[in-house]
């Protein structure tokens, strides 16, 4: 499988907290079958959370070399998540931020609360620049949930959606649990990601739950593209149908 959501470049945002954490985390992962990853630190402006792609590719080497030192066969790619701000082609150019695997694909984390007027003008002027935005679950969004309407609206502009593993267990409430069913009862989730920080996660205890949970729901080739294949097609910057 292929994880294109995760934050376990440490000591640079609210994930990974020290290398051995970074470390253990990816060994989780490969035991739940990831050989894949996306590494995709916060970038939030006006926060802590902006180191740039210098430093982020320098803590990448490292984590790589224990790994390799190690014989732990998983590849690792860089990203960012980036929170919605109108200046992202600058912080691309610049160098602060990191489309998925240097694609087209840009990974967009909206507020959790508050709905950004003239986001979807935003979009797509990204889309415009030739960048396709991946929206970071829009399932946990309060005011998705309370008006699935402007969830449908966002998706017919031509953005793609992931959706965490955890939620269809109530990681992160009822709402959200109930919002990702009904995304994926009306296949509107591209790409399922881990949106790993710690190695306490539950999500290492609940992942064959939640494998079983998505199943019921989805149909077999449904679920290798939104688990594996759509993921692959992103690294590889290769179009999604």
């Given amino acids: 499988m292929v994880d294109i959501h995760s934050h376990i470049i440490y000591g640079i945002d609210d994930g990974s907290s020290s290398i051995e954490e970074t470390i253990e985390i990816l060994k989780k992962m490969k035991e739940l079958g990831f050989d894949n990853m996306v590494l995709t630190p916060h970038y939030i402006n006006g926060s802590s959370y902006v180191s740039n792609n210098k430093k982020k590719e320098e803590r990448l080497k490292v984590i790589k070399e224990i790994l390799n030192k190690n014989k ?42 508050n709905e950004v007027k003239g986001a979807l003008d935003f979009l797509y002027e990204l889309k415009v620049s030739g960048y396709v935005p991946i929206i970071a679950h829009p399932e946990r969004y309060l005011y998705f949930q309370k008006d699935h309407n402007k969830l ?76 594996n294949d759509n993921a692959l097609k992103i690294i590889n910057n290769k179009d999604i149908d």
């Fill in 72 to 113: 732990i066969n998983i590849n690792l790619f860089l990203g960012n998540e980036i929170y919605i701000t109108d200046n992202i082609d600058k912080l691309l150019l610049n160098g602060e931020v990191s489309s998925i695997n240097n694609s087209k694909y840009l990974l967009i984390e909206l507020p959790l609360y």
């Fill in 152 to 227: 449908d609206e966002l998706y017919a502009s031509g953005v793609l959606f992931q959706c965490n593993y955890g939620s269809i267990v109530g990681s992160y409430g009822v709402k959200a649990k109930k919002l990702i069913k009904y995304m994926l009862k009306k296949n509107m989730v591209t790409f399922m990601a881990s949106d790993v920080h710690k190695k306490n996660s539950s999500l290492f205890d609940n992942f064959d739950i939640i494998i079983k949970k998505i199943k019921k729901v989805t149909k077999d080739d449904i679920f290798e593209k939104i688990t």
